[in-house]
């Protein structure tokens, strides 16, 4: 079975530093690999994917992340916050060919601070 | 291009009823997932159709039903609601099965009382 660790529950930071959000899967399959974002009282938006080939993904709004399948991680980064990316992150792992069917990490409450 | 769309926004039931939900998926899109968001259990996968089958199942119990009509529309029902089945319940579509990617809803907010 599949499933998916998101190491920090909540992430402080200040505006324009830097950060990065963890997240490893555990799956006996090759998976796809993705990272949704969810500002409040709204759906889930989708930030990257990764699929296959190259191993650093950019997403939307200057993030971007690294799959590592050796360490089965797949960690979200942006170089420099702003109060707008406030907001929670869900990474999320599906079979290949799957992602009818995701399975969620337990999401990541980002917050900028002036 | 419109987006998922789902009706209602906002929903409060009280406990013993039951609730149809329901997600209008994005043109052209032929599956459609739904899933249960709480924050004890966070998102979880619900159910799953593609062409008016229900493809998968998530591991919940049988009060929670879904279907699929022709047009693709899918609509979710809970029966005999419980104080824990307040959550907000988000549909995603796909374009078809075996894809890279769910476009996901604004969400259905239930409140159960």
């Known amino acids: 079975a599949q499933s998916v660790t998101q190491l920090d529950s909540q992430v402080p930071v200040f505006e324009e530093a830097p950060v990065e959000l963890r997240c490893n899967y555990s799956s006996s399959v090759s998976v796809y690999l993705f990272w949704y974002v969810q500002y409040p009282n709204q759906g889930l938006q989708l930030l990257l994917k990764y699929l296959s080939g190259s191993t650093l993904v950019k997403g939307i709004n200057g993030f971007e992340a690294e799959f590592n399948k050796s360490q089965t991680s797949f960690h979200l980064r942006k170089p420099s916050v702003h109060i707008s990316d406030t907001a929670e992150y869900f990474c999320?792992?599906?079979?290949?060919?799957?992602?009818?069917?995701?399975?969620f990490g337990k999401g990541t409450k980002l917050t900028v601070n002036p | 291009k419109a987006g998922v769309t789902q009706t209602p926004r906002y929903l409060i039931k009280t406990r013993g009823q039951q609730v149809t939900l329901s997600c209008s998926p994005i043109s052209g899109h032929r599956s459609v997932s739904w899933y249960q968001q709480t924050p004890g259990q966070g998102l979880q996968f619900l159910f799953e159709?593609?062409?008016?089958?229900?493809?998968n199942k998530g591991n919940f119990p049988g009060r929670f039903s879904g279907r699929q009509f022709s047009n693709s529309r899918s609509e979710m029902n809970v029966s005999t609601l419980e104080l824990g089945d307040s959550a907000l319940y988000l549909c995603?579509?796909?374009?078809?099965?075996?894809?890279?990617?769910?476009?996901f809803g604004q969400g259905t907010r239930l409140t159960v009382v």
């Open positions: 995603a579509s796909s374009r078809t099965e075996g894809s890279t990617e769910a476009f």
């Open positions: 159709y593609f062409s008016e089958t229900q493809r």
């Open positions: 999320a792992v599906s079979d290949l060919g799957r992602a009818e069917k995701l399975v």
